[in-house]
Nanobody, 126 residues
């Protein structure tokens, strides 16, 4: 069983930045692909960004491309989401997700992930 713990959410003004972290309690973190999703009340989970197991290849939703950066530190069992130029529409609960993988696939569908964190709230005020 993999446990994921997110941190770093909060309240920020439009145009500001936040960095989310997600730490995994798993022995072979380097063998896991990771993703970030977000959800607002009444809607399904929306893909934000993903990173392959080695941490060399990333994939972004069009809505965040150029503003958000996902990165993976296998030595620290942690994946990050650096969010810059935040907008009120970015307000949501952000979840990290993981799945064991050693392939070269970009995963944007929530059903492709096996483990989820509890979520962290990000609120962007106008």
């Amino acid at each position: 069983q993999v446990q994921l713990v997110e941190s770093g959410g909060g309240l920020v003004q439009a145009g500001g930045s936040l960095r989310l972290s997600c730490t995994a309690s798993v022995r072979s973190f380097s063998m896991y692909a990771m993703g970030w999703f977000r959800q607002v009340p009444g809607k399904g989970r929306e893909f934000v960004a993903s990173i392959r197991w080695r941490g060399y290849s990333t994939y972004y939703a069009d809505s965040v491309k150029g503003r958000f950066t996902i990165s993976k530190d296998n030595a620290k069992n942690t994946v990050y989401l650096q969010m810059n130029s935040l907008k009120p529409v970015d307000t949501a609960v952000y979840y990290c997700a993981s799945t064991p993988s050693n392939d070269y696939t970009d995963r944007a569908d929530p059903t492709e992930y096996d483990y989820w964190g509890q979520g962290t709230q990000v609120t962007v005020s106008s």
